[in-house]
């Protein structure tokens, strides 16, 4: 494999090599490092019980670690650097190693270089990356594949190559971040789900963005299958002229999979797989997610028969649109997931009753102003909280009925009073949640957890 003998060069060289962050990814990469016969040095800022416990498993594999900072010359003078998923582009370690000349690698990257005998499929995209990559595995596995998630949900992808027995495939969710330290992935099939703007806390311009999830191509020959997404104008722009056998999915037309809107039915090429009502997952976006992995399992070997029947025993992932409870005829949302503005207009658009939106958190760079037409129709209330609230309510005010509220006790006590009965209350915060939660997981545990004790 092209950049497999990465690892000879780095022990040739005599110098250890930097993991920045720990966490199950970055101790994962530092395990399998240490595998290799190389000496590591892995740091991370965090403090507590978790970040001891990473301590512990990288030292009781015979690697350096610190906690709560980094030793910034030491980094300088690594033979590499791996950088786990989640750390920012911009922080000291990582300029520290552009400065010193030094290559930086994804947690994944160093994953793909040493997996053997197993075929990855990369996922990309702004939205629905997760089901997607969630629906492939289900949708395998129901073929008669082995088959796991990695990357961004599942496990850790240096993890699944120190394995005595890894799967035949993986469903691997890839971030734009994770892309642009990647330089050797090369998976067997590529997804790209949809394009919009994202991360606009992290990246100068939206075109800097779509360059990096444009790198999921960035190793596409002629042997190379990718699936992407007929309707999305900046999608079709980007796989233009790919190198490669190309697939397409489409919830507006005819496609390699498509939507028959008018029979209600989810077709692979002209053989209907499912009627709508068979799928169980809220809004069309969630049909194009389907369509996207019934292409990925046919392309595997999967028989559209058995798609199907794995289609109709799939359930929503936590925090995805994702029905807790209907509690006094008011039924409650977990859409924790959504935390930029398209994917909250995706939820938005899935639900066929009046609502109260949850919207708040860490901005991110995008105006809010957008969602103002979408909920025009059906949104009773906007419940704003959090370091954006007073932007959205900014944004919002004046042309829909805005409440701010403080704690997150709240803002939930909030949603209960304004809601009548045949709604739904959809968190579906459009921000990060790092103001006022660990990850966008903790924040929808702590709603499903209020609504359940409802």
């Known amino acids: ?12 060289s005599g110098r250890e090599v930097a993991v920045v962050g720990l966490g199950k990814s970055g101790v994962a990469a530092t395990l399998l490092l240490r595998d290799r016969g190389l000496e590591v040095y892995a740091s991370d800022t965090a403090t507590g019980p978790a970040a001891e416990e990473w301590a512990r498993r990288v030292r009781e594999a015979g690697g350096e670690v610190q906690i709560g900072g980094h030793d910034l010359e030491r980094i300088g003078r690594a033979a590499a650097v791996v950088v786990a998923p989640g750390v920012p582009p911009d922080v000291p370690p990582l300029e520290t190693a552009r400065r010193a000349g030094l290559e930086i690698y994804a947690e994944v990257d160093l994953g793909f270089l040493a997996l053997r005998g197993t075929r990855c499929i990369g996922i990309t995209g702004t ?60 998976p067997a099939i590529g997804v790209l789900t949809n394009l919009a703007p994202n991360h606009l806390d992290r990246y100068r311009t939206l075109e800097e963005y779509y360059g990096d999830k444009a790198l999921l191509f960035r190793n596409a ?4 299958v990718w699936i992407s997404n007929a309707d999305d104008p900046a999608v079709r ?58 292409l990925v399992a046919a392309r595997v070997g999967c028989a559209p028969r058995q798609i199907a029947q794995a289609l109709r025993t799939f359930r929503a992932i936590p925090h995805r649109v994702e029905p807790i409870r209907e509690v006094e005829g008011v039924l409650w ?42 909920l025009r129709e059906r949104c009773r209330a906007v419940v704003v909280y959090g370091e954006a609230g007073p932007l ?26 304004l809601a009548r009965r045949g709604d739904a209350v959809l968190l579906s915060p459009a921000c990060s949640s790092y103001d006022m939660f660990r990850n966008y997981e903790e924040r929808g545990d702590r709603f499903r957890a209020a609504v359940e004790a409802m």
């Open 237 to 294: 722009d980007m796989v233009q002229g790919v190198a490669g056998t190309h697939l397409r999915f489409s919830i507006e037309g005819r496609a390699d999979a498509w939507y028959d809107r008018a029979g209600a039915r989810l077709m692979l090429g002209e053989e209907g797989l499912l009627d709508r009502s068979e799928l169980p997952l809220l809004g069309d976006h969630n049909v194009a997610n389907a369509l996207a992995a019934a």
């Open 221 to 224: 020959d002629a042997g190379s």
């Open 333 to 374: 949302i977990n859409d924790s997931k959504s935390t930029n503005v398209t994917s909250t207009e995706v939820a938005v658009a899935a639900l066929d009753r009046p609502f109260v939106l949850l919207l708040g958190g860490r901005h991110k760079g995008e105006p809010y102003t957008r969602l103002a037409e979408p």
């Open 127 to 186: 939205n629905g990356k997760t089901t997607t990559t969630s629906l492939v595995a289900h949708l395998l596995a129901g073929g008669g594949v082995r088959a796991e998630t990695a990357g961004n949900i599942g496990r850790p992808l240096c993890d699944v190559a120190r394995a005595a027995d890894p799967p035949d495939w993986l469903a691997l969710e890839l971030s734009s971040f994770q892309l642009h330290d990647a330089p050797h992935l090369r």
């Open 392 to 417: 959205i309510a900014q944004d919002l005010g004046g042309r829909l009925y805005v409440m701010s509220a403080g704690s997150f006790d709240e803002v939930l006590a909030a949603a209960k009073r």
């Open 1 to 12: 494999m092209p950049g497999a003998g990465i690892f000879d060069d780095w022990l040739q």
